[in-house]
């Protein structure tokens, strides 16, 4: 295999990933949560804060 080529898995092949995160000062698997709360959890939403000055200036 060329090292730039695409690797395609099917989904049996892949390997479970536990997701963390912190929770009022201590991290915790978002597994461990209640279902409301993993929903919550999927709709969250990321976003990159712009620098307050442009560079340069």
Known sequence: ?????DVELK????????VWTRVMGYHRP?????PGKQAEH???VFFREAPACPPGD
């Open 42 to 44: 999927g709709e969250r």
């Open 30 to 34: 978002v597994s461990a949560w209640n």
């Open 1 to 5: 295999m060329k090292p730039h080529e």
């Open 11 to 18: 989904d049996h092949e892949r390997t479970p990933c536990e």
